[in-house]
């Protein structure tokens, strides 16, 4: 199973950061599989942002629910994320994750791409 | 919102030391829906330990973890200099909503 994550590396501070993550070896729409999002800033820890799970179902870490969201292309095997009204804050390495039994932890993760909100 | 807290922030250790992480929940786990990751700079985190004691495939024995309800712990015995990295724990509650802890460097 391989994630890929891809999309643009910078973005303007109020604007949209949109990242994509290409599976592989795997079908993002079989049956139990789940999906994520994760996040670095720079000298922090890791953040959950969502998930999304085989079904179609979200769910958003509260702290960014208002700006988020995660969707999922099954045709292309690609989930996005779509974070709005970005700040510097948001600037940070974003990986994406899966795991094709349980939701609640994630087996294989892409490599992070980072992305930095600059004027 | 669970909150998990990891001690301690650093720990200093030499190869062969025996190292111990905790993980503290701010309430209790349901179903021991925790687990434990190796992050290295420029990597992608790795998954150790799934269901607060169950190594992942490929991990070797030296990892273990422990621990229920608000107190999980994360063993590792005999530290090989390819040890050194930042662990997190991370759990997930009935809302299926997702927390990692701050994090513990294990340094040389």
């Known amino acids: 199973l391989q994630l890929d994550e891809s999309g643009p590396r910078l973005v303007r501070p109020s604007e949209t950061l949109s990242v994509t993550c290409t599976v592989s070896g795997a079908s993002i729409g079989s049956m139990s599989s789940y999906w994520g999002w994760i996040r670095q800033a720079p000298g922090r820890g890791l953040e959950w942002i969502g998930s999304?799970?085989?079904?179609?179902?979200?769910y958003y870490n509260p702290s960014v629910n208002s700006r988020v969201t995660i969707s999922a292309d099954m045709s292309r095997n690609q989930f996005y994320l779509r974070l709005t009204s970005v700040t510097a804050a948001d600037t940070a390495i974003y990986y994406c994750?899966?795991?094709?039994?349980?939701?609640?932890?994630?087996?294989?993760w892409g490599q992070g791409t980072l992305v930095t909100v600059s004027s | 919102e669970v909150v998990l807290t990891q001690s301690p922030g650093t720990l200093a250790l030499s190869p062969g030391d025996s190292a111990t992480l905790s993980c503290r929940a701010s309430q209790p786990i349901t179903n021991n829906l925790l687990a434990w990751y190796q992050h290295k700079p420029g990597q992608a985190p790795r998954l150790l330990i799934y269901?607060?004691?169950s190594r992942a495939l490929g991990i070797p024995d030296r990892f273990s973890g422990s621990g229920s309800g608000t107190d999980f712990t994360l063993t590792i015995r005999s530290l090989d200099p390819d040890d050194f990295a930042v662990y997190y724990c991370?759990?997930?509650?009935?809302?299926?909503?997702?927390?990692f802890g701050q994090g513990t460097k294990v340094e040389f």
């Open positions: 991370q759990q997930c509650d009935a809302s299926s909503l997702i927390t």
């Open positions: 994750a899966g795991d094709q039994f349980r939701n609640a932890w994630y087996k294989s």
């Open positions: 269901g607060a004691s």
């Open positions: 999304i799970y085989y079904s179609g179902t979200t």
